[in-house]
């Protein structure tokens, strides 16, 4: 599922203020100036629709998944506790995981395939959940 029209809304509004022709910020002061529930639906939707898009592999090689983004999706699953938020939460984890080691290695590129193969098996399982439960879940906290 994509995101809700709830969540939608706040993402457009986000965006609407990024398009803006004179506007000049990098992603940076883009993320800086969210409220609390741009912030929710900004990053659940990029997440959301870049892993099932292309897998956790998009997020990362469209540059998405940084330590900033990750970090924040990680600590809101946590918050949120449904047995859906949890499931992502663990994914989250191994993810980071696997987004480290191939941090430290990545001269080798035998080192991304284990991380695509990795990220793979995520996408299997992310892929398995309900549908809709995970947007809802987060929905519930705008």
């Keep these: 599922m ?27 002061d883009f993320w800086d100036q969210l ?7 900004v990053f659940v939707g990029n997440f959301n629709g870049q892993v099932l898009n292309g897998g956790f592999t998009q997020w990362h090689d469209n540059g998405y998944a ?20 949890l499931l992502v939460y663990d994914l989250l984890v191994k993810f980071e995981d696997a987004q480290e080691e191939l941090a430290a290695s990545y001269e080798r590129d035998s080192d991304y395939h284990t991380f695509d193969a990795t990220a ?23």
């Design 2 to 28: 994509t995101a809700t029209p709830k969540m939608q809304a706040h993402i457009d509004l986000a965006h609407a203020r990024w398009r803006k022709p004179d506007n000049t910020w990098s992603h940076q």
């Design 35 to 41: 409220s609390a529930a741009e912030r929710i639906a």
């Design 66 to 85: 940084t330590t900033e983004v990750l970090g924040f999706l990680m600590r809101l699953c946590k918050r949120l506790g449904t047995e859906t938020t």
């Design 120 to 142: 793979e098996k995520l996408d299997d399982v992310y892929y398995a959940i309900r549908d809709d439960s995970f947007i809802l879940d987060v929905e519930a906290s705008l």
